[in-house]
């Protein structure tokens, strides 16, 4: 990214899983019970001492430091140390070896698709009663926001960051192949035909294109199309996948835009390439979120954002949210950590995030800020986003979900490269996700 930029180098990196796997590997460790509390925290002047990893850099780090700067001053007996030496990508890994040694921060930025594994650590504060009883209702967040911090009916960390999926047009491109922009309610049949259309071999031009590095980029936008089918990731007993048959139908839309030639594969994690060859003027439509809005700007794309294209008619789409999640390091500093995860929720603190940091608002109220609207009105698109957050889903917190989602990856890329058929692939991928699911937790 150039100018502006978002929280980390690709806000796509916020979705990989594979730091799940990492933590298990430990969990014999992690679970002991060690902790670095010893001190709690409380210095001689009786001010409680926080440390906050927070991941951040550029543009996130400044917005963080502004808040906590702010914070501090409204609440004299509570210092915070920001820190960490790692962004969010590794931010999983650097926790869970400070788990091991008994050495770990009070908060810490924690991708929402590896809570489920880390909240498996008796050391993760369960925040269920400090969102209930906020100033803010938890009814009035965001579905996507609390569902994304819910493991098993409590709440394991406060929401951090809220995105969601909708698809950006390049206004010249369509211009130039004499079609009409797409409108809410089009199919994903429209989008594959409008992909086709859009293509131009010869000048080097893709109609769209997809991630193919086989990582959670490449899974989590094949999800919509599951959930808009009736799948869903896991089945209602628990046991296995929920769309063995329904993923085979979202990866036909796939093969089908393989076979047309009009899909744009990138085979590096964090699709920079991908995005790239949009900002050039070289692809007609991106499926992605409002974090790259910025980058799209700048490039001075002409551009038009509408809602993904379903199979039923209905809105539906896919949000990746981001934690704060709290860990216990004795009574006052746990008490201190609450407040200040508490605090930023607010919709007074949290504008400030969403407008700096790249996020959609965490809560109704939020979205209602004056900043934020202002925020709206000068960037184009960003409502279709916020709107998308009334029909968005999130991932499940499950500890399986890295391995479903390997799975998932693999199948995709086969069927991208032309490698394997969409029904082929999914039986793979069915039974490697349904083993994992299969073992005793």
């Not at 440390?51 to 550029?58: A, P, R």
């Not at 990746?320 to 007074?348: C, H, I, K």
Request: with cysteine; hydrophobic share 40%; charged share 20%.
């Amino acid at each position: 990214m150039n100018a502006v930029q978002y929280p980390y180098p690709s806000r796509r990196g916020v979705l990989r899983v594979g730091g799940g796997l990492a933590l298990a590997a430990t969990a014999g460790v992690t679970l002991s019970g060690c902790t670095s509390g010893a001190d709690d925290g409380v210095g001689a002047d009786g001010k409680v001492t926080l440390e906050m990893w927070h991941g951040q850099t550029d543009t996130g780090k400044k917005a963080v430091e502004e808040l906590v700067a702010s914070f501090e001053r409204s609440h004299p007996k509570i210092r915070v140390k920001l820190g960490g030496g790692v962004l969010a990508d590794s931010m999983l890994q650097k926790v869970t070896a400070g788990l091991a040694a008994g050495s770990y921060p009070d908060i810490a930025y924690i991708f929402g698709s590896d809570l489920a594994s880390i909240a498996a650590s008796p050391l993760v504060v369960d925040l269920s009663d400090t969102v209930r009883s906020g100033p803010t209702p938890w009814t009035n967040y965001w579905a996507p926001a609390r569902d994304a911090v819910t493991v098993r009916g409590k709440v394991r960390a406060a929401p951090a960051l809220l995105d969601s999926l909708a698809v950006v047009c390049n206004k010249k491109l369509f211009r130039e192949a004499d079609l009409p922009l797409p409108k809410a309610g089009w199919s994903w049949q429209d989008f594959q035909e409008t992909a086709k259309k859009l293509t131009d071999k010869g000048q080097g031009r893709f109609g769209t294109g997809w991630p193919g590095a086989g990582d959670e980029d490449t899974v989590w936008r094949l999800w919509p199309m599951v959930w808009d089918l009736g799948g869903d990731v896991i089945d209602s007993g628990g046991k296995k996948i929920g769309f063995a048959d329904t993923g085979v139908r979202a990866l036909e839309v796939l093969e089908g835009l393989a076979r047309d030639g009009s899909v744009y594969i990138d085979p590096k994690s964090g699709s920079e390439q991908m995005y790239q060859v949009f900002m050039s003027g070289r692809m007609g439509m991106a499926l992605t979120g409002p974090w790259q809005l910025p980058d799209i700007k700048q490039a001075k794309v002409d551009y038009h954002v509408v809602p993904l294209p379903s199979f039923s008619g209905r809105p539906v789409t896919i949000s990746g949210p981001d934690t704060w999640t709290v860990f216990n390091n004795g009574s006052a500093r746990e008490r201190a950590a609450r407040t200040l995860v508490s605090w930023l929720m607010q919709p007074e603190q949290d504008v400030v995030w969403d407008v700096q940091a790249g996020s959609l608002p965490l809560s109704r109220r939020a979205e209602s800020q004056p900043a934020w609207r202002r925020k709206t009105a000068g960037t184009e698109g960003l409502a279709v986003f916020t709107k998308a957050l009334e029909t968005a889903r999130v991932r499940p917190v499950h500890p399986v979900y890295p391995q479903i989602s390997k799975a998932v990856g693999e199948a995709m890329v086969a069927v991208l490269l032309g490698r394997s058929t969409p029904a082929q692939a999914m039986r793979a991928c069915a039974d490697t996700a349904n083993s994992a699911l299969a073992i005793p937790r």
